[in-house]
């Protein structure tokens, strides 16, 4: 177990930079810049199975450069699935809300040994290895990462057809190191459905710890295979356990090959399917229950668990706009603490401050954006219109009892009317669609929304009657005043 030693990168033949040059149309020269690798090879002496098994380690994009702790995704079969289950869950990490994984890739040597939990001597005199091999994981390989690498203690096991089977197994058994199950095509005809014939009796007594599981299967495997994973979830059902939450799914068009790609995507998404704050708790939002469950959600999962950025901007744009101002400057606040190198999100951040009333702590936020944006390179919003808001923050418009009173009228016809009012020396302005809104001045003439979706108001008097110019992102319409009431 000592004895662990790296080799060589994954699907790559060097790490250092290979320079070749090559003349082109023009005088451009093209030079290598070396190779790059989803993954690294170790090798580990195994006690347990008295041979040297080798390992494949994929680490986040972000482990060099934090100290968070992963989550850990055992992959059985790894030189088929490795390429696919890291591109899936760095996709996934990235832009779908799961957490970020450490992947441990276990290759197959001798399938029938190592996959099944008991011996069946039609097929091998081999077969049967499969507690040995677990020992191994449990005891030997599960035991070194946690030792060596930042993990978290949820852990993932991935097995399809043969390993599969060994995956189904585990799943059943009273106690095991891991939290949540990817299974495609399980091979539950093994010894003569041994593992169907005492599923709904293990799952009623074995099960006493939380598990997630996700099986899946291709349209075109075998009909035998598909009806016995559905008797393998019907087992599940029957034993009135609701201590494994499960999903199944049958891939349209899939073969038994070709499935274990989608199977995996699909399965790390329904693994982590509470993270999402979904649109029907909006409603019911409050500051302290969203904080205690983001930090629940870290707990469970590891400090990389969190919303997709459009999750949380989209909630925050809805608190703005219902007027729970204080609610959007939480949700903004931890949106910007885990993307702090994104100046819009600060913007959006000091806009919610102003709202909510703290116009000290925008222009600090403000600060902060401007910083950001003035030094970036790849498109973080305009750093000038950050420096106008902190101006107009720092030197309000002074707007007279007369202009406002000027302003003050019903502009449009129909659906696209506006009723403009005041209110305690300031300017409101009524639309059917939205909660009304306050109009902030940016000069005595010219006005803007602060809640979404940003519109532009200006006021012009033309032969005597007064003129609303709205600015809808860039597309403006002329509405005027019309007499007598809204």
Not at 137 to 166: C, M, V, W
Not at 244 to 257: A, I, K, L, N
Not at 423 to 451: C, I, N, P
Request: proline share 3%; hydrophobic share 40%; glycine share 8%.
């Amino acid at each position: 177990m000592k004895n662990v030693r790296a080799l060589l990168i994954l699907l790559v033949s060097s790490l250092s930079a290979v320079c070749m040059a090559a003349d082109l149309e023009g005088g451009a020269v093209v030079s290598g810049l070396g190779s790059l690798s989803i993954a690294e090879r170790y090798q580990l002496t195994s006690e347990q199975l008295s041979e040297t098994r080798e390992f494949y380690l994929s680490l986040p994009a972000s482990y060099d450069n934090s100290q968070h702790h992963y989550s850990v995704l055992y992959l059985l079969d790894a030189d088929q699935n490795m390429e696919h289950a890291v591109a899936s869950a760095r996709m996934l990490a990235q832009w779908r809300g799961i957490p970020e994984l450490i992947i441990v890739g276990i290759p197959s040597t001798n399938r029938l040994r190592d996959f099944t939990p008991t011996q069946d001597l039609n097929y091998s005199e081999q077969s049967g290895g499969g507690e040995l091999f677990m020992a191994f994981l449990k005891q030997e390989l599960i035991p070194y990462i946690d030792a060596n690498y930042r993990t978290h203690p949820f852990r993932i096991l991935s097995g399809h057809s043969l390993s599969g089977l060994l995956a189904s197994n585990e799943l059943m058994l009273t106690s095991s190191p891991f939290n949540a199950f990817i299974i495609t095509a399980p091979s539950l005809w093994w010894n003569d459905f041994e593992i169907l014939k005492i599923a709904e009796q293990n799952f009623k007594q074995n099960q006493r710890e939380s598990k997630a599981a996700y099986f899946g299967i291709g349209e075109l495997d075998g009909y035998g295979m598909k009806q016995e994973l559905l008797r393998y979830i019907a087992a599940i059902e029957a034993s009135g356990n609701d201590r494994v939450r499960f999903d199944h799914r049958e891939y349209s068009g899939e073969g038994h090959m070709s499935a274990p790609m989608s199977v995996t995507y699909d399965g790390l998404i329904s693994v982590f399917a509470d993270i999402p704050y979904l649109k029907e708790s909006w409603d019911s939002f409050s500051s302290d229950a969203f904080t205690a469950r983001e930090e629940n959600l870290r707990a469970n999962y590891g400090s990389t668990a969190l919303q997709m950025a459009e999750t949380y901007i989209g909630l925050a744009n809805y608190l703005l706009e219902h007027g729970n101002f204080n609610g959007a400057v939480t949700v903004f606040t931890i949106n910007a603490e885990l993307n702090p190198e994104y100046a819009p999100y600060y913007d959006w951040l000091a806009n919610a401050y102003v709202l909510a009333g703290n116009v000290e702590k925008a222009i600090e936020v403000y600060r902060t954006a401007y910083d950001i944006s003035s030094t970036a390179i790849n498109g973080q919003g305009n750093a000038n219109q950050y420096l106008e808001q902190i101006d107009l923050l720092s030197h309000p418009v002074e707007l007279s009892d007369e202009n406002i009173r000027s302003f003050v009228g019903c502009y449009g016809e129909g659906e696209d009317s506006y009723a403009i009012y005041s209110k305690d020396g300031r300017l409101y302005g009524r639309h059917s669609d939205w909660q009304d809104f306050e109009l902030f001045a940016k000069t005595t003439k010219q006005f803007f929304m602060r809640v979404p979706p940003g519109h532009q108001f200006s006021f012009v008097v033309e032969n005597s009657v007064t003129t609303l110019l709205l600015d809808v992102y860039g597309t403006q319409s002329r509405l005027q005043a019309r007499q007598g009431g809204c």
